[in-house]
């Protein structure tokens, strides 16, 4: 899709980004200073022009035997070969003010301009600086081209933008980028026991030092997962932690849809998995994924599509279910990436906080990743040193994954891995 710059971020380039003109595309001073013909050499030199960032147009050319006040940023006037910093030349002062001016506005068949620059004191009109020492060619002259030369690839294909990335864009003067769309993900959790954590604010009071939340009724339990999954979406894809807006998904900005909680009933987890196939690129429902008579994602995931796997051989996460979705209208047009993978996947992660984390950051993530134009690698790996006592007293689980809670630190430059163990289903 095209998008506008400003709406690109964290997309991945289809087409690259290329320099149209080189930057800078002037030769510009890179010092508050005068701009000198390193030839004249040391000397006490007429200032004659004033040469600001932003001026309209090419400066005029500087005459021999003569300087131009020039700011940071200014482009170097013809003639110039290198800038002198102001703090290195000494100033001559007119008389004062009025017949400098009213000197320069004489004449005297020279450069005929109000002298520019201020010197350190008073209001003085500097009308001669003194250079002290010979300069090389270039010095604090930024040359044409430095920076970019045109026809460069700022960004290449594959790319994701980040901000600095959009600097560079914005900078060669694109406004528009080709990217790929960014998935639309939809969160449900299921369970006839959940209760809706709410989470916005309110409720709560009266704890002192400490964020207290009212007991959640008898028998019931708040929903952790679906706030640890969109807060998990935000932090991991960022252009899917907004709600999507239909205008943003069709525009391919990506987004989050919320499907609440679903009741442990075949008919209302499939009706939900229907209702999400027709809207979203990754469902992650979590719930409901085991083998008991209550739960129903299996059925509902394999009745709307293709169930890739069914069980893993990770602890924990056993039962995650992986399947592709097909939607009822057919594919959509604009798959997030034309490349015959599957545009449309469903993970259902066990109902337990701890597997449905781990489940997140080892599967749908990547899944999430694949389907915006990255490769899918996942969550970094880091090699650590095992700390004593860490690690002692797990029980292995022969033939499975098993993966344990660390608490890594940096340490005389490598990893390494304390705690760990804990067997309660807390994510964190
Ligand atoms: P299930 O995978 O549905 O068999 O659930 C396994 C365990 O996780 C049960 O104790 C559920 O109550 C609990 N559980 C399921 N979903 C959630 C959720 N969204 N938030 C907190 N606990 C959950
Ligand atoms: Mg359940």
Same mark, same amino acid.
């Given at each position: 899709?095209?998008?506008?710059?400003?709406?690109?971020?964290?997309?991945?380039?289809? =087409?690259?980004?290329?320099?149209?003109?080189?930057?800078?595309?002037?030769?510009?001073?890179?010092?508050? *200073?005068? @701009?000198?013909?390193?030839?004249?050499?040391?000397?006490?030199?007429?200032?004659?022009?004033?040469?600001?960032?932003?001026?309209?147009?090419?400066?005029?050319?500087?005459?021999?035997?003569?300087?131009?006040?020039?700011?940071?940023?200014?482009?170097?006037?013809?003639?110039?070969?290198?800038?002198?910093?102001?703090?290195?030349?000494?100033?001559?002062?007119?008389?004062?003010?009025?017949?400098?001016?009213?000197?320069?506005?004489? #004449?005297?068949?020279?450069?005929?301009?109000?002298? #520019?620059?201020?010197?350190? !004191?008073? &209001?003085?009109?500097?009308?001669?600086?003194?250079? =002290?020492?010979?300069?090389?060619?270039?010095?604090?002259?930024?040359?044409? +081209?430095?920076?970019?030369?045109?026809?460069?690839?700022?960004?290449?294909?594959?790319?994701?933008?980040?901000?600095?990335?959009?600097?560079?864009?914005?900078?060669?003067?694109?406004?528009?980028?080709?990217?790929?769309?960014?998935?639309?993900?939809?969160?449900?959790?299921? *369970?006839?026991?959940?209760?809706?954590?709410?989470?916005?604010?309110?409720?709560?009071?009266?704890?002192? +030092?400490?964020? $207290?939340?009212?007991?959640?009724?008898?028998?019931?339990?708040?929903?952790?997962?679906?706030?640890?999954?969109?807060?998990?979406?935000?932090?991991?894809?960022?252009?899917?932690?907004? @709600?999507?807006?239909?205008?943003?998904?069709?525009?391919?900005?990506? +987004?989050?849809?919320?499907? /609440?909680?679903?009741? &442990?009933?075949?008919?209302?987890?499939?009706?939900?998995?229907?209702? @999400?196939?027709?809207?979203?690129?990754?469902?992650?429902? %979590?719930? *409901?994924?085991?083998?008991?008579?209550?739960?129903?994602? =299996?059925?509902?995931?394999?009745?709307?599509?293709?169930?890739?796997?069914?069980?893993?051989?990770? =602890?924990?996460?056993?039962?995650?279910?992986?399947?592709?979705?097909?939607?009822?209208?057919?594919?959509?047009? %604009?798959?997030?990436?034309?490349? *015959?993978?599957?545009?449309?996947?469903?993970? +259902?992660?066990?109902?337990?906080?701890?597997?449905?984390?781990?489940?997140?950051?080892?599967?749908?993530? %990547?899944?999430?990743?694949?389907?915006?134009?990255?490769?899918?690698?996942?969550?970094?790996?880091?090699?650590?040193?095992?700390? !004593?006592?860490?690690?002692?007293?797990?029980?292995? $689980?022969?033939?499975?994954?098993?993966?344990?809670?660390?608490?890594?630190?940096?340490?005389?430059?490598?990893? /390494?891995? /304390?705690?760990?163990?804990?067997?309660? !289903?807390?994510?964190?």
């Amino acid at each position: 899709v095209r998008l506008p710059l400003a709406a690109a971020l964290h997309h991945t380039l289809v =087409k690259p980004i290329v320099a149209g003109a080189p930057q800078p595309p002037f030769a510009a001073s890179t010092r508050d *200073g005068y @701009a000198v013909a390193t030839a004249d050499g040391p000397g006490t030199w007429p200032v004659v022009a004033r040469l600001a960032a932003g001026a309209a147009g090419p400066p005029p050319p500087l005459d021999r035997g003569t300087v131009a006040y020039i700011t940071t940023g200014a482009a170097v006037p013809a003639g110039a070969d290198a800038v002198v910093m102001v703090e290195d030349v000494d100033f001559v002062f007119g008389a004062d003010d009025d017949a400098a001016a009213a000197a320069a506005a004489a #004449g005297g068949g020279g450069a005929g301009r109000a002298a #520019g620059g201020r010197g350190g !004191s008073a &209001d003085a009109t500097v009308t001669a600086v003194v250079v =002290k020492t010979p300069l090389a060619p270039g010095t604090h002259i930024r040359p044409v +081209g430095s920076d970019v030369a045109a026809g460069e690839v700022l960004v290449p294909v594959g790319a994701r933008l980040t901000p600095a990335a959009i600097g560079v864009a914005a900078a060669a003067g694109v406004t528009a980028v080709t990217v790929t769309r960014m998935p639309v993900v939809g969160v449900l959790s299921t *369970g006839n026991e959940l209760t809706d954590a709410g989470g916005g604010g309110g409720g709560g009071g009266g704890g002192v +030092g400490a964020d $207290d939340s009212p007991p959640p009724p008898a028998a019931a339990v708040l929903d952790a997962n679906r706030p640890t999954l969109l807060a998990s979406l935000a932090a991991v894809t960022p252009a899917c932690s907004s @709600a999507a807006a239909p205008a943003a998904t069709a525009a391919g900005s990506g +987004g989050v849809i919320d499907y /609440g909680i679903v009741r &442990d009933e075949a008919d209302a987890v499939a009706a939900a998995v229907a209702t @999400a196939r027709d809207a979203v690129d990754v469902l992650i429902t %979590s719930g *409901g994924v085991s083998m008991g008579d209550a739960d129903h994602v =299996k059925p509902a995931l394999a009745a709307a599509g293709t169930i890739l796997w069914g069980r893993v051989a990770i =602890k924990p996460g056993k039962p995650l279910t992986a399947a592709t979705l097909g939607r009822r209208g057919g594919p959509r047009p %604009s798959s997030p990436a034309d490349d *015959g993978r599957p545009t449309q996947v469903a993970v +259902g992660l066990p109902g337990n906080p701890a597997s449905a984390f781990v489940g997140f950051h080892l599967v749908v993530r %990547s899944a999430i990743d694949v389907l915006s134009g990255g490769d899918g690698a996942g969550l970094p790996r880091v090699d650590v040193t095992v700390g !004593s006592g860490a690690g002692r007293g797990v029980a292995r $689980d022969r033939g499975r994954l098993e993966l344990v809670r660390a608490t890594v630190a940096w340490r005389d430059g490598g990893c /390494g891995g /304390g705690g760990g163990g804990g067997g309660n !289903s807390r994510a964190a």
